[in-house]
């Protein structure tokens, strides 16, 4: 079991990136899907998320309006699409399921609720 993100690079503020989590031995439609990032020296904070029934989604304040998070079932990916990169949007982002047991869709944001993690790819915005 293995998800695998890519996508990230250097980009100017205001451009565009798409990340992508792809799932690896297993079927990633059954599962809900969120997108974490980490600044240095700071917490790794929840940015997105789909739930696995209906495709709804989650975002933080920071990024809604601005991301939008879509899964490709035919793909077995989950994508994150960037627009209007801000400097503070630099980090290592990292997407995250949980395979065994329920979550708890009210706390998308926390760490806690997932146990299965990417190696994260590094998004970094500088002009």
């Known amino acids: 079991v293995q998800l695998v993100e890519s996508g990230g690079g250097l980009v100017q503020p205001g451009g565009s990136l798409r990340l992508s989590c792809a799932a690896f031995?297993?079927?990633?439609?059954?599962?809900?899907i969120a997108w974490f990032r980490q600044a240095p020296g700071k917490e790794r904070e929840g940015v997105s998320y789909?739930?696995?029934?209906?495709?709804?989604?989650r975002y933080a304040d920071s990024v809604r309006g601005r991301f939008t998070i879509t899964r490709d079932n035919a793909k077995n990916t989950v994508f994150l699409q960037m627009d209007g990169l801000k400097a503070e949007d630099t980090g290592l982002y990292y997407c995250?399921?949980?395979?065994?047991?329920?979550?708890?869709?009210?706390?998308?944001?926390?760490?806690?609720?997932?146990?299965?993690w990417g190696q994260g790819t590094q998004v970094t915005v500088s002009s």
């Open positions: 789909i739930h696995e029934s209906d495709d709804s989604t």
């Open positions: 995250a399921t949980r395979l065994a047991g329920r979550m708890h869709v009210s706390r998308w944001y926390s760490r806690s609720e997932y146990d299965h």
């Open positions: 031995g297993f079927t990633l439609d059954y599962y809900a």
